[in-house]
């Protein structure tokens, strides 16, 4: 939600710092409303799964009912922050939902294009804080959100198809539709877009007369955080993008070098 207006050095200004937070907020809300109408809608697969059938609604803990209430309740007040930040951002909300929607009753069983509509969620994530602060979206920060989203949801269903074995295709239909060699493929191809887009945009935004090349140093540890995360991708660790980012302090050191070397190229000339 930050990348872009953090992108466009405009996070020192505290209006712009309040729209991105309403729109932090509204998009919380809206996800959490979507992730228990899919959490009902996969009622029964998820009792099937390893961890997922511990969670509130499969355990048991919530009720369908309690939870499509308080999903209604979650969407609207979502709808109602996303409306204090400005009216285009409320397309972008609305349209996630809408594909969050179409995932959760239809697209999550057509291969290859559950992937892209996981992906996405990210990538809309990406253009509303954009949208929020009012700020131009750059053709290669959207190539790298689009293909880096690409890159880790591949990456997920991979580590899903290595923990689930066999049973993977009746908990997730289309994990039946996929290799592992081929989700592979995807996972290189989606990294080498991204490497390459950002490393076009990093020379892009580069200054002429820049004195330290920030912009261009980025692309280390930014390069060396996407092969780092291949590595672990390979050995499944995958599954959940969130536990293998926070659980691994390299990669959390590299994140934190990178946001510190571009942070400077954006914030320092």
């Known amino acids: 939600m930050v990348a872009a207006p953090g992108a466009a050095g405009v996070l020192s200004q505290g209006h712009i710092v309040a729209k991105v937070a309403l729109a932090f907020v509204a998009f919380c809300l809206v996800s959490s409303a979507t992730y228990l109408l899919n959490d009902v809608r996969d009622l029964e697969s998820d009792r099937l799964h390893p961890t997922k059938r511990h969670r509130p609604i499969a355990a048991g803990s919530v009720s369908v009912p309690l939870a499509l209430a308080l999903g209604i309740v979650l969407g609207a007040a979502g709808v109602a922050v996303g409306a204090l930040v400005r009216p285009t951002f409320l397309i972008v909300l609305g349209t996630y939902v809408a594909i969050t929607a179409s995932y959760t009753f239809w697209l999550k069983d057509v291969a290859v294009v559950d992937i892209v509509a996981i992906a996405s969620g990210f990538i809309l994530r990406a253009v509303a804080g954009g949208v929020a602060a009012d700020v131009p979206l750059s053709r290669w920060f959207l ?70 090349p920030f912009y261009e140093l980025s692309i280390v540890p930014f390069v060396t955080f996407i092969l780092r995360y291949a590595m672990l991708l390979e050995k499944g660790y995958g599954g959940a993008p969130e536990d293998v980012v926070l659980g691994d302090r390299t990669l959390l050191i590299l994140a934190a070098v990178w946001a510190a070397i571009f942070g400077a190229g954006v914030y320092v000339y």
């Open 143 to 212: 190539i790298v959100a689009s293909f880096g989203s690409l890159f880790v949801v591949s990456g997920k269903r991979h580590g899903e198809h290595i923990d689930l074995g066999e049973e993977g295709a009746e908990v997730r239909p289309t994990l039946g539709d996929y290799s592992r060699n081929y989700l592979q493929y995807v996972w290189t191809m989606t990294s080498g877009v991204t490497v390459a887009a950002y490393c076009l945009w990093a020379f892009e935004m580069a200054p002429k007369n820049e004195t330290v």
